[in-house]
């Protein structure tokens, strides 16, 4: 089992920065993925960000590239959601989610991910 706890969320101006934190215990990551994945009213979960815990490999939605970084801290345990130059699309409910272990790759679908983080709300006003 592998135990995920966001933090970091709030409200924010348009134009304004925030960074997720996802601190996970249970299991050793070195062969997971971590993702990042958000969920508006009405609206499916989707994928924002992920990165392999071992080689740092990143892959990220279209509508955040150049926008938001995900990184990791492995002595920490923790991955991280860089959030700049908001927009009031991005208002949602941020969840963390952990994969593996996986021999490789970096997955971008919710259906591959088995631990998921209870979520933290981003509000971007206009």
């Known amino acids: 089992q592998v135990q995920l706890v966001e933090s970091g969320g709030g409200l924010v101006q348009a134009g304004g920065s925030l960074r997720l934190s996802c601190a996970a215990s249970g299991r050793t990551l070195f062969s997971y993925n971590m993702g990042w994945f958000r969920q508006a009213p009405g609206k499916e979960r989707e994928f924002v960000a992920a990165?392999?815990?071992?080689?740092?490999?990143?892959d990220y939605a279209d509508s955040v590239k150049g926008r938001f970084t995900i990184s990791r801290d492995i002595a920490e345990n923790t991955v991280y959601l860089q959030m700049n130059s908001l927009k009031p699309e991005d208002t949602a409910v941020y969840y963390c989610?952990?994969?593996?272990?996986?021999?490789?790759?970096?997955?971008?679908?919710?259906?591959?991910?088995?631990?998921w983080g209870q979520g933290t709300q981003v509000t971007v006003s206009s």
């Open positions: 989610a952990a994969d593996g272990p996986r021999s490789s790759g970096v997955g971008a679908t919710v259906g591959e991910y088995d631990y």
């Open positions: 990165i392999r815990w071992s080689n740092s490999r990143t």
